[in-house]
């Protein structure tokens, strides 16, 4: 076979197997047999093309990416301007809210829950008592003892009411259920719907865990709060009844790697 001919296959092996080079334009020189070199520039021609569409769909990638980190910083603007409505109704609730996020999240990251999960608990923590906004004036209002039977029909309600106020926002993932299943309790005998154990999300069973924790050791004008080393006592006496024992032991894991405890 003619040299140039067999040059010419060879160099259309190399770019068939994705090595682009220009080797192939030393075949479009005047001291090529015309078919090689009108073979040979034609390939060019095909090289250059297909390189500038790869440069374009990089960019459309890039641009991709982009648009994906601005839906999912959004995403946490507008939960955080929800809690923050929440918050202009109930000054308690201002700083519990963004604190259950971040320790739920964390108790996530340390269960080795996957980015997402983690992202859409830590984001369930933020919005659980979202349900909130609707409630009377006179719930928001500081008191001590136990709620009158009237006022408990309207607080059972807010976890389903969370979930209503979050039912088409689908950016939201799995945190609306987290909303919805915050109040359940592993023996069946929390609210609103009387889910048992594993039918609990655990992003649910972990923010939970955390919603109690914040309040337990938070002050608020009728209770002072207790340490974090009793709230987890506390907590635990209740393992596998009421809280799940796997959430409570990454509560203590991450209280612990945090040294608050
Ligand atoms: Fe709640």
Same mark, same amino acid.
């Given at each position: 076979?003619?040299?140039?001919?067999k040059?010419?296959?060879?160099?259309i092996?190399?770019?068939?197997?994705?090595?682009?080079?220009?080797?192939?334009?030393?075949?479009?020189?005047?001291?090529?047999?015309e078919?090689?070199?009108?073979?040979?520039?034609?390939?060019g021609?095909?090289?250059v093309?297909?390189e500038?569409r790869?440069?374009?769909?990089?960019?459309?990638?890039?641009?991709?990416?982009?648009l994906?980190?601005?839906?999912?910083e959004?995403?946490? %603007?507008?939960?955080?301007?929800? *809690?923050?409505?929440l =918050?202009a109704? /109930?000054? $308690?609730t201002e700083?519990? +809210?963004? @604190?259950?996020?971040?320790?739920?999240?964390?108790m996530?990251?340390?269960?080795?829950?996957d980015?997402?999960?983690k992202?859409?608990?830590?984001?369930?923590?933020?919005?659980?008592?979202?349900?909130?906004?609707g409630f009377?004036?006179?719930?928001?209002?500081?008191h001590?003892?136990?709620?009158?039977p009237?006022?408990?029909?309207?607080?059972?309600?807010?976890?389903g009411?969370?979930?209503?106020?979050?039912k088409?926002?689908?950016?939201?993932?799995?945190?609306?259920e987290?909303?919805?299943?915050?109040?359940?309790?592993?023996?069946?005998?929390?609210?609103?719907r009387?889910?048992?154990? %594993?039918?609990?999300?655990?992003? *649910?069973r972990?923010? =939970?865990?955390? /919603?109690? $924790?914040?309040?337990?050791? +938070?002050d @608020?004008?009728?209770?002072?709060?207790?340490?974090?080393?009793?709230?987890?006592?506390k907590?635990?006496?209740?393992?596998?009844i009421?809280?799940?024992?796997?959430?409570?032991?990454?509560?203590?894991?991450v209280?612990?790697?945090?040294?608050?405890?």
């Open positions: 076979m003619l040299y140039p001919v040059r010419l296959i060879e160099i092996e190399e770019i068939a197997r994705g090595n682009y080079s220009n080797d192939v334009m030393s075949l479009t020189t005047e001291d090529n047999p078919p090689v070199r009108n073979i040979a520039e034609a390939m021609m095909m090289m093309k297909v500038a790869e440069y374009e769909l990089e960019m459309m990638v890039e641009r991709l990416r982009e994906n980190h601005m839906i999912k959004n995403t946490i %603007k507008t939960v955080s301007a929800m *809690a923050h409505a =918050a109704r /109930d000054a $308690y700083g519990h +809210t963004a @604190r259950v996020g971040e320790l739920a999240g964390r996530a990251s340390h269960m080795g829950l980015e997402e999960t992202e859409s608990v830590r984001l369930g923590g933020i919005l659980h008592d979202i349900g909130k906004i009377s004036d006179l719930l928001f209002q500081a001590e003892g136990r709620n009158p009237d006022m408990v029909k309207e607080i059972v309600r807010h976890p009411l969370g979930a209503d106020i979050l088409d926002m689908d950016f939201l993932g799995t945190s609306r987290y909303v919805h299943s915050h109040h359940e309790r592993l023996d069946g005998k929390g609210y609103p009387k889910l048992k154990a %594993k039918d609990i999300p655990l992003g *649910a972990i923010v =939970a865990v955390a /919603d109690s $924790y914040d309040a337990m050791t +938070t @608020r004008p009728y209770q002072k709060g207790i340490s974090p080393a009793a709230a987890i006592g907590i635990r006496e209740h393992a596998g009421r809280w799940d024992e796997a959430c409570i032991s990454a509560l203590q894991a209280l612990e790697e945090t040294g608050v405890i």
